[in-house]
């Protein structure tokens, strides 16, 4: 399982930027792929990776200037083995083992 910190974002209607931090509690590695409900004014990085068993890892939510609108990210995620190398695999076979949501906002 994943979990992101924060859960949430505000962002300015001007656009902004906002850190977040992938946290595995697994004792395997992960891969993540990442979908938007607004991709118009929503930018990720990193769109795919890995987060290793119980490690951390960064992800920066960047939104572009637009309209007032209440967006969502899900960050979709499934185990995969240690001598894996394209974080994409996973889901182009299929596979998904859970996702967590993160909620924006636009003021």
Request: no cysteine; net charge neutral.
């Amino acid at each position: 399982m994943l979990t992101i910190e924060p859960p949430s974002a505000t962002f300015p209607a001007s656009g902004g930027s906002s850190t977040h931090t992938i946290t595995s509690v697994n004792e395997s590695r992960m891969a993540f792929k990442v979908k938007s409900s607004n991709n118009e004014h929503y930018r990720v990085r990193p769109v795919y990776g890995f987060v290793e068993a119980r490690g951390k890892m960064k992800f920066e939510i960047i939104r572009l200037e637009g309209p007032v609108k209440d967006d969502k990210i899900m960050l979709q995620y499934a185990e995969v083995p240690a001598d894996e190398t394209d974080a994409q695999a996973p889901f182009k076979a299929g596979a998904q083992q859970g996702d967590v949501t993160i909620l924006l906002k636009t003021n």
